[in-house]
């Protein structure tokens, strides 16, 4: 079993910042991609950034700049450290990792989400 743990989201007035953190763990080997997507009221999820090992980070056009997508290999995290919020980030936030377990399982696994408001 792998768990995506993620920190509180919460409510925050448009301008101020607010960081998420994601913590994976379990029967895992490695991890290959791992990231933050979200999900507005009434539309589909989106990828807001992520990355995968050896490879380049991927960020949304609508966050760069902003937003702040870290990972911490040696703890299984990843964090996204968000600045100058608009009320059009008000989403549910999904942590997801593409896992390699102990037993050579390769599994998709998404964080339980964490609702982030923004009010204006």
């Known amino acids: 079993q792998v768990q995506l743990v993620e920190s509180w989201g919460g409510l925050v007035q448009a301008g101020r910042s607010l960081t998420l953190s994601c913590v994976a763990s379990g029967s895992i080997s490695s991890i290959n991609a791992m990231g933050w997507y979200r999900q507005a009221p009434g539309k589909q999820r989106e990828l807001v950034a992520d990355?995968?090992?050896?490879?380049?980070?991927h960020v949304a056009d609508s966050v760069k700049g902003r937003f702040t997508f870290s990972r911490d290999n040696a703890k299984n995290a990843v964090y996204l450290q968000m600045n100058c919020l608009k009320p059009e980030d008000t989403a549910v936030y999904y942590c997801?990792?593409?896992?390699?377990?102990?037993?050579?399982?390769?599994?998709?696994?998404w964080g339980q989400g964490t609702l982030v408001t923004v009010s204006s």
């Open positions: 997801n990792a593409g896992v390699l377990t102990q037993t050579y399982r390769y599994l998709e696994v």
């Open positions: 990355t995968a090992s050896g490879s380049s980070t």
